[in-house]
């Protein structure tokens, strides 16, 4: 029977979500790839596991995370039954809805009927009466802004959610509006979830990262690692266990041509200047910036999730450090 380790939360980064009550652990984990029906059961509940262990309190799922799609929830569901029911009250647990879930107008997108119902969904596949975070996964250029975040804000009431964020709002006066309703409706935006990494800066220019600092909403990064680029995992070649060998449709080999390559070489060589591993530096840098509550990581194995935590050992950044990672990218 598992138990935690005692000293899980010895030492370890919790983050305050924008102007929130609720702290993240600096790192989450992110259960995209590698708890669907298509991987070794083992492996994800040993990586969930360990996470709980170092002091990852934060999980993030979505209706179709799998393959196939609604197979994470109910795998997640599982290792809740048989090992963390006892520690639900430890767990920030967040999931999403906005991507094709099911066939006809009812499962997709930002509607109030979606939504509502693939939430219940998600709840029965993963056993809970509430979720921690619920999210709407991405906008719906359609369905009026108010009928969505309506529905957020109602869920909130019902008790199914106890908070509620919104995610892939890149727009920032789309986010602003929908901060402005949530508000109005007394159910307040909590955090958004967003793509930032060390290469990927759509963020910083398109000024959503301003916004966020200005009405103080937590931001959480996804593919913090550029899904397994800016780490040492390519550095070689392109092991047989990778995402880029799995065939997945996320990640192509042309996403990482000569000059990527040499970038992550220039990276890495610095990483390891700082005494960090690639991964661990890329995470840090996140976390340097001060709206950033938490990175939200995905792992293939323990070792991964081992490497990734101790990234908060370090998150501070000197100004030439920093102007040199933008010579880099550059
Ligand atoms: N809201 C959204 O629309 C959205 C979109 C995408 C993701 N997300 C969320 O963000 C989470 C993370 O996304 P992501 O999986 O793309 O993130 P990522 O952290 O950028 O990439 C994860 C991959 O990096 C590699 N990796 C991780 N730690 C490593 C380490 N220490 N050393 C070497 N390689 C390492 C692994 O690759 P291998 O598998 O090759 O080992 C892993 O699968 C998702 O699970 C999901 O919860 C949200």
């Known amino acids: 029977m598992y138990s935690p380790a005692p000293d899980r939360y010895d030492n370890k980064v919790f983050n305050r979500c924008g102007n929130s009550g609720l702290k993240l652990s600096a790192i989450?984990?992110?259960l995209w790839h590698n708890f669907g029906d298509v991987t070794i059961y083992d492996n994800?509940?040993?990586?969930?596991?360990?996470?709980?262990?170092?002091?990852?309190?934060?999980?993030?799922?979505?209706?179709?995370?799998g393959p196939p799609s609604g197979s994470a929830e109910r795998n997640w569901g599982r290792i809740l039954k048989d090992d963390l029911s006892a520690y639900r009250d430890e767990l920030i647990i967040s999931t999403k809805a906005g991507y094709t879930m099911w066939p006809g107008p009812y499962g997709d997108w930002g509607s109030r009927k979606y939504l509502i119902s693939s939430l219940d969904?998600?709840?029965?596949?993963?056993?809970?009466?509430?979720?921690?975070?619920?999210?709407?996964?991405?906008?719906?250029?359609?369905?009026?802004?108010?009928e969505t975040m309506r529905a957020l804000s109602d869920i909130v009431k019902s008790g199914k959610a106890l908070y509620v964020g919104l995610s892939n709002y890149y727009n920032p006066e789309l986010a602003q509006k929908a901060y402005q309703l949530l508000r109005e409706m007394g159910t307040p935006c909590l955090i958004q979830q967003v793509k930032y990494n060390i290469f990927d800066r759509r963020v910083e220019q398109e000024?959503?990262?301003?916004?966020?600092?200005?009405?103080?909403?937590g931001v959480i990064t996804f593919s913090p690692l550029e899904k397994g680029i800016l780490t040492n995992r390519y550095l070689k070649d392109i092991p047989q266990d990778s995402r880029l060998a799995s065939g997945s449709p996320f990640l192509?080999?042309?996403?990482?041509?000569?000059?990527?390559?040499?970038?992550?070489?220039?990276?890495?060589?610095?990483?390891?200047?700082?005494?960090?591993?690639?991964?661990?530096?890329?995470?840090?840098?996140?976390?340097s910036k001060s709206s950033v509550c938490?990175?939200?990581?995905?792992?293939?194995?323990?070792?991964?999730?081992?490497?990734?935590?101790?990234?908060?050992?370090?998150?501070?950044?000197?100004e030439e450090e920093l102007k040199k990672i933008e010579d880099i990218v550059r």
């Open 294 to 318: 938490s990175v939200l990581i995905g792992t293939s194995k323990v070792s991964q999730v081992e490497d990734c935590v101790k990234a908060t050992e370090n998150t501070s950044f000197t």
């Open 121 to 146: 969904q998600s709840l029965k596949r993963m056993g809970l009466e509430y979720v921690d975070i619920f999210y709407h996964h991405r906008p719906d250029p359609e369905t009026p802004l108010e």
């Open 207 to 217: 000024g959503l990262l301003n916004l966020q600092e200005k009405e103080d909403i």
């Open 28 to 30: 989450s984990l992110g």
């Open 44 to 65: 994800s509940r040993a990586m969930a596991l360990r996470a709980f262990d170092l002091g990852i309190t934060h999980f993030d799922l979505a209706n179709n995370y």
């Open 252 to 287: 192509k080999e042309q996403d990482i041509n000569n000059d990527v390559l040499e970038k992550v070489r220039l990276l890495n060589d610095m990483a390891s200047q700082r005494n960090q591993t690639l991964a661990q530096m890329a995470l840090a840098w996140n976390l």
